[in-house]
């Protein structure tokens, strides 16, 4: 250990984030997160629109004390009739590993309970194994597959797993 480094990693402060309800203000930081984690961007025009549908709702996560402030991740939803579908969910690169992913699903999947909804679906590309591994530890169980479904932007496509998980 380099000299210091002991007193410099005791007074380190640890990044700490909170969630909050989306709100239509923040589509613009959406759009700029989801263009960093996803091929095709979605546009806040895109975010503004699903936001103002009374189906939609969804969740930030954002630091609350730390050395940075702001947008750690986001995830969007919508319910209907007992059912709900993960939107879309990111989570910055500079904050992956301290379970922000976690919390956004546990997050959205209380609301969709709240709502009445039993059952959540999301769509993952097969390649994704993060994600796949934070799926999977929720319960979410793999029920069929969309080939193609994803362009990679190199002129490829992958597959998309469609997931289940029931909330009852």
């Not at 979410?140 to 479904?149: L, M, N, P, S, T």
Request: hydrophobic share 40%; charged share 25%.
């Amino acid at each position: 250990m380099k000299p210091g480094a002991f007193l410099e990693n005791l007074f380190a402060r640890k990044i700490e984030f909170d969630i909050f309800p989306a709100e239509s203000a923040d589509c613009d930081e959406f759009s700029r997160l989801h263009g960093e984690r996803f091929y095709r961007r979605w546009g806040d025009g895109e975010f503004h629109s699903l936001m103002t549908q009374d189906t939609v709702f969804g969740f930030s996560a954002r630091v609350t004390s730390g050395p940075s402030q702001g947008l750690g991740g986001f995830v969007l939803a919508r319910e209907a009739a007992g059912e709900a579908e993960i939107l879309t969910i990111a989570v910055s690169d500079k904050f992956g590993r301290q379970g922000l992913g976690w919390r956004l699903m546990l997050a959205a999947m209380r609301e969709t309970r709240a709502r009445g909804g039993e059952t959540i679906f999301l769509e993952v590309d097969e390649g994704n194994v993060a994600a796949l591994a934070l799926y999977r530890k929720l319960g979410f169980q793999q029920i069929a597959e969309r080939k193609g479904y994803y362009a990679d932007g190199k002129g490829g496509k992958s597959t998309a797993l469609v997931m289940r998980l029931d909330l009852r």
